[in-house]
């Protein structure tokens, strides 16, 4: 278990869809400021290098404010920066294909959308889950909504931590009680907002009175 269940109270995914004119690491920043626990750099339409020249200067900026940074899918970025870790999908390669690759030390999330996927993760050697779209989402085009039950159930079917994700924000974060989660992931909850840092310490707030 290489994850600190506080470190995934508030994890934020980025989006560029939002920047208009400003740069993400401005954005990250304000995000940082304003209580993010622990940070996935999501970029799906860059090259591997410039992909890597992202995370390296994200993670110096991590690195200032000490939360750990997570590369979502390639492990081969997560690799070249050394990153605190890596975020795969159902379609990436299996968290102990992962592990061979980073090491024993490094963090390894898993999305699952079903008990048996929550539990295939744990055996792998997953050290966190994160499962949904829970309020469904429009990241991802191709994201079913996630119930509230299903949700209960991955979160009672293993020992490892779960963050919920998908169309979380400071508005629903509440009625996400009594799932059994340790934190939520959020995107446009933070990317999207006019005022990001007031954003942020809203939800950080908001998801210590869920927890």
């Excluded at 954005?27 to 996935?40: C, F, P, R, S």
């Excluded at 390296?56 to 200032?64: D, P, Q």
């Excluded at 996927?117 to 085009?141: N, V």
């Amino acid at each position: 278990m290489n994850i600190d269940k506080k470190a995934l109270r508030l994890y934020a995914v980025t989006d560029r869809t939002w920047l208009d004119g400003r740069t993400l690491y401005d954005d990250v920043e304000k995000a940082l400021k304003g209580g993010v626990t622990l940070l996935q750099l999501r970029e799906k339409n860059m090259s591997t290098d410039n992909f890597i020249n992202s995370a390296k200067e994200i993670k110096s900026l991590c690195e200032k404010y000490n939360v750990p940074l997570i590369i979502n899918d390639n492990v081969d970025v997560a690799k070249a920066v050394n990153a605190d870790g890596v975020h795969i999908g159902q379609n990436d390669m299996p968290a102990h294909e992962a592990r061979k690759i980073l090491g024993k030390n490094k963090i390894i999330g898993v999305t699952a959308k079903t008990v048996e996927q929550a539990q295939k993760a744990e055996k792998d050697g997953a050290d966190y889950l994160g499962s949904g779209a829970i309020f469904g989402t429009t990241t991802k085009g191709d994201a079913k909504k996630m119930d509230m039950q299903t949700l209960k159930s991955i979160t009672s079917s293993v020992n490892i931590p779960v963050v919920a994700i998908g169309g979380i924000d400071g508005d629903n974060v509440l009625q996400l009680k009594g799932t059994g989660i340790v934190g939520a992931a959020v995107v446009s909850g933070i990317f999207a907002q006019d005022d990001i840092e007031t954003a942020t310490k809203d939800l950080y707030n908001k998801i210590g009175e869920m927890i």
